[in-house]
T-cell receptor, first 112, second 112 residues
């Protein structure tokens, strides 16, 4: 079965630290990849997406992600986190224009 | 443009009852997907509707059902509620030619 795995369930960082959240997927063919964020008390929002082309994609709020096909990975990065980045982050994948499979999420806590 | 609207926001039910949740997609979006979000399992796909037809279905028992109306609004129904059905139920809409999904705030269901 298709699956998405996120390496860390909880991450705690200090402000200005660099962030990398791991994501691996199990699809063998064409894949669309997403990172969503859920801030406390808010709905899920799209951070960034990869459909094709440049494997390094940039999203909102300074986030970026790199698609590495050979590693089936789509890791999320941010060079310097802020307290306001405290949220739960979800990686998702789909084979083409089909339903999304989500990872179980990574809760990020940024201490000021 | 208004976002995805889910009603009600909160529900408390007892075991054995049934419940109906409603979702109004973004104007122009004809695809609606439903997800169950729990702390242990993350987001799990329930079903997707497009043009009043169920296009995909997740691995949930038949107690979970849904439908879509001609105006793209969707409802999901859970019959014979169990304690384990307590969760945040999320609705997402998307344009048919892309699976960039836009989420509502969710309906939090508590089963006592």
């Amino acid at each position: 079965a298709q699956s998405v795995s996120q390496h860390n369930h909880h991450v705690i960082l200090s402000e200005a630290a660099s962030l990398e959240l791991g994501c691996n997927y199990s699809y063998g063919g064409t894949v669309n990849l997403f990172w969503y964020v859920q801030y406390p008390g808010q709905h899920l929002q799209l951070l960034l997406k990869y459909f094709s082309g440049d494997p390094l994609v940039k999203g909102i709020k300074g986030f970026e992600a790199e698609f590495i096909k050979s590693k089936f990975s789509f890791n999320l990065r941010k060079p310097s986190v802020q307290w306001s980045d405290t949220a739960e982050y979800f990686c998702a994948a789909s084979p083409g224009y089909s339903t999304l499979t989500f990872g179980k999420g990574t809760m990020l806590l940024v201490s000021p | 443009k208004a976002g995805v609207t889910q009603t009600p926001r909160y529900l408390i039910k007892t075991r054995g009852q049934q419940v109906t949740l409603s979702c109004s997609p973004i104007s122009g979006h004809r695809s609606v997907s439903w997800y169950q979000q729990t702390p242990g399992q993350g987001l799990q796909f329930l079903f997707e509707y497009f043009s009043e037809t169920q296009r995909n279905k997740g691995n949930f028992p038949g107690r979970f059902s849904g439908r879509q109306f001609s105006n793209s609004r969707s409802e999901m129904n859970v019959s014979t509620l169990e304690l384990g059905d307590s969760a945040l139920y999320l609705c997402a809409s998307s344009l048919p030619e892309t699976n960039i999904q836009y989420f509502g705030a969710g309906t939090r269901l508590s089963v006592l």
